[in-house]
């Protein structure tokens, strides 16, 4: 079994920072891919940034140049640091890990997520 935990959320003013981390415990041969998502009020859940098991990243088009995904490896945590933050960057955000378990079985997990709120 594998849980995933965020933290970082919050509220903050457009033009801030917030750093989000997302930590997996658990039952972990290894971690492929994470992925950031967020879901807006009365919107879909949408893909916001990817990083692989080789660290090659992917962005969605309206958070390029101010997103920044990365992943600890020896601490099974993906961040996602984002700056210049918009209004419309509030949304709930969840992580998602493709992980192999010890049983080398391959689950896809989610996080509980965690409220970013861009407001003055």
């Known amino acids: 079994q594998v849980h995933l935990a965020e933290s970082g959320g919050g509220l903050v003013q457009p033009g801030g920072s917030l750093r989000l981390s997302c930590a997996a415990s658990?039952?972990?041969?290894?971690?492929?891919?994470m992925r950031w998502y967020r879901q807006a009020p009365g919107k879909e859940r949408e893909l916001v940034a990817t990083?692989?098991?080789?660290?090659?990243?992917n962005y969605a088009d309206s958070v390029k140049g101010r997103f920044t995904i990365s992943r600890d490896n020896a601490k099974n945590t993906a961040y996602l640091q984002m700056n210049s933050l918009k209004p419309e960057d509030t949304a709930v955000y969840y992580c998602?890990?493709?992980?192999?378990?010890?049983?080398?079985?391959?689950?896809?997990?989610w996080g509980q997520g965690t409220r970013v709120t861009v407001s003055s």
């Open positions: 998602n890990f493709m992980v192999i378990a010890t049983s080398r079985a391959q689950y896809s997990n």
């Open positions: 658990g039952s972990i041969f290894s971690i492929n891919t």
């Open positions: 990083i692989s098991s080789g660290d090659s990243t």
